[in-house]
């Protein structure tokens, strides 16, 4: 018996010590994995979504199908998730799975415009000669910028194409931008491609004349250079982060409010650019998927623009549903998604745009191969090509004008918010922008009550807005400024400003009816919420009122003047 007992022992330590030596070659394993490459691939299996979304802000989560996740981490990143003692299984990074040939089979194959032929990955020093070319070459109609330098210095660049290349006059800008993770490489050579087929075709094609002149275009092919160009000059194993370890679409502000991490200068310089600009839509495009994945990622509310995000989605994967072969672009509901009914994220470039920038950006995935072999580049350009197109035309699509002062003619920064549709903390409603106060809204076809309105300005409410897809409305608007004689140029009986409001607003009698006036404020369900008598006179019609205490939502005003009884309303949006 002491015998029996004396085996089992040693059959335990040896089991217990081969453990051990298999768990210590797995992490010699994941040294040796981050001192290549910097950053690990795995996967491991979850219950539930919810276990997924509970690992958003540890790891870089790539993608989630058939409760299965596949991430990235940093050494930081992958010794916490491993204290939750989750199984997972190591992947071959996505950056070095080609070999030379695929990536550049014809590494010298230039045409005369020194423009590639779009079936190789140029190196670093023929990117940044095509992208001057293309300025060089075609100056009327496009502009070379700067948005910032990486890490290492490498230029951040992006191509403005327009009829008006040099100012802006009075047209929606619009934004393509890829790659800002490194081994995403398909949008870039597509982003590449639609510039040289804009400016060739400028002139040419009607279609291409006609979105040219009346958009503003900017095109980013490349927003990680050093995670491209890790290996120096040639796009060869690069990776997800920048040189600092960062995965730059996890860097961002959030919405929410949670910690994303040191900015990075590829972050600050893209922040920079998109203030000193006015983006009415943008796409980013990536790879590792095949969906066109719509806002909010960072919470499972739907957008006041869900059917629009809806529309616009449908026509971009029914488009490519046309042009490429059977089982492309096909993930999720065929090719669309809401971005936390796939994964929630925080810090994401797409929710910081709709967010701070209210601007419209979508997340394309345009391969489930991240760094695709050179020799598929040309066949994923024609899937995409007339997507690509639809949704750069939506840009001029909805009602768009310029907003001015009614007495002075002076162009405004004003707010475009839509009542009963645009909520203050989904950041929808938009803004006309300096210079040239001009102001884009795209937006699904129905009617709708649109209130214009500025600091130092009477709001305006223009009702019964008829849109109609496909279609642009153009709606410009005067401004009448609060020092303006309204007991002659005006026959309303009041003005509310601004409205909507966050809470606090501006009520201004009519001059005609001086003397008290008992002011009543009631919620929708007839709840009189406010009450108080408010004396006008030649010296003193403007009150304020402060109602932050009260929640969201629409209030009747009614003033009566000694029998006569004026009714406004005010929308309060927090």
């Known amino acids: ?21 298999s768990q210590k070659n797995d992490q010699k394993s994941v040294d040796s994995i981050f001192r290549v490459w910097g950053e690990i691939y795995f996967k491991f299996k979850v219950e539930n979504k919810i276990q997924v979304d509970s690992l958003t802000s540890l790891i870089s989560i790539d993608n989630y199908k058939d409760k299965e996740v596949s991430a990235y981490a940093s050494r930081d990143q992958f010794k916490e998730f491993q204290l939750k003692n989750i199984p997972y299984t190591i992947l071959p990074n996505p950056g070095g799975l080609l070999k030379e040939s695929e990536i550049n089979p014809e590494p010298t194959s230039m045409n005369k415009r020194l423009v590639p ?24 109609i496009c502009r070379l910028d700067t948005i910032g330098t990486s890490v290492l210095g490498r230029k ?10 040099n100012f802006s006059n009075g047209e929606p800008e619009f934004l393509y931008t890829s790659s800002i993770h490194g081994d995403e490489t398909t949008g870039y050579i597509l982003m590449l491609h639609l510039a040289d087929s804009l400016l060739q075709g400028y002139g040419v094609s009607s279609r291409i004349t006609n979105i040219v002149n009346n958009t503003e275009i900017y095109i980013n092919p490349m927003a990680n250079p050093d995670g491209m160009y890790r290996n120096g000059t040639t796009l060869t194993n690069p990776i997800r982060e920048n040189y600092n370890g960062y995965d730059l679409n996890r ?12 900015k990075q200068p590829e972050t600050l310089a893209f922040m920079d650019y998109a203030d000193r600009h006015h983006f009415v839509m943008s796409a980013n495009f990536h790879g590792g998927a095949e969906v066109f994945n719509y806002p909010w990622d960072r919470w499972y509310r739907l957008t006041a623009d869900d059917d629009w995000w809806q529309f616009t989605g449908r026509e971009y994967a029914d488009t490519i549903h046309k042009y490429s072969p059977s089982g492309y672009f096909t993930m999720e509901n065929n090719g669309v998604t809401n971005g936390a009914a796939w994964y929630t994220m925080v810090g994401g470039r797409q929710d910081y745009m709709n967010f701070f920038e209210h601007c419209r950006e979508v997340t394309i995935e345009l391969s489930y191969t991240k760094f695709l072999p050179a020799s598929k580049l040309i066949a994923h350009w024609n899937y995409n090509y007339h997507s690509l197109l639809n949704f750069l035309e939506q840009v001029n699509y909805g009602f768009q004008g310029t907003i001015t002062d009614t007495v002075t003619g002076e162009r405004l920064q004003a707010k475009v918010f839509i009542l009963n549709h645009d909520l203050y903390n989904d950041s929808s409603f938009v803004y006309s922008k ?18 214009f309105s500025a600091p130092g300005y009477f709001s305006k409410t223009i009702t019964g807005v008829n849109i109609i897809n496909y279609n642009t409305l153009h709606l410009d608007v005067q401004l009448r400024p609060l020092t303006f004689d309204i007991n002659e140029k005006t026959v309303r009986a009041s003005f509310v400003f601004p409205n909507p409001s966050p809470g606090q607003f501006g009520i201004l009698l009519p001059l005609k009816s001086l003397g008290e006036w008992q002011v009543g404020i009631f919620d929708i ?33 009614l003033l009566d003047n000694d029998g006569q009884v004026f009714q406004d309303k005010v929308v309060i949006q927090k």
């Open 1 to 21: 018996m002491k015998r029996f007992y004396f085996v089992l022992l040693v059959i335990g330590f040896f089991l217990h010590s081969g453990i051990l030596f």
């Open 117 to 140: 032929l779009w079936n190789f990955y140029p190196k670093y020093q023929q990117y940044l000669d095509t992208m001057l070319y293309f300025a060089t070459a075609y100056p009327e």
């Open 156 to 165: 951040i660049l992006a191509l403005k194409i327009s009829d008006s290349v």
């Open 251 to 262: 860097n961002f502000p959030d919405p929410g409010f949670a910690n994303t991490g040191a």
């Open 434 to 451: 300096l210079p040239s106060g001009f102001y884009a809204r795209p937006i699904h076809a129905g009617i709708y009550d649109v209130t």
């Open 525 to 557: 369900t007839g709840k009189k919420v406010y009450n108080k008598k408010l004396y006008a006179d030649r010296a003193n019609s403007l009150f304020q009122i402060d109602l932050c205490h009260l929640p969201s939502g629409l209030y009747m005003i």
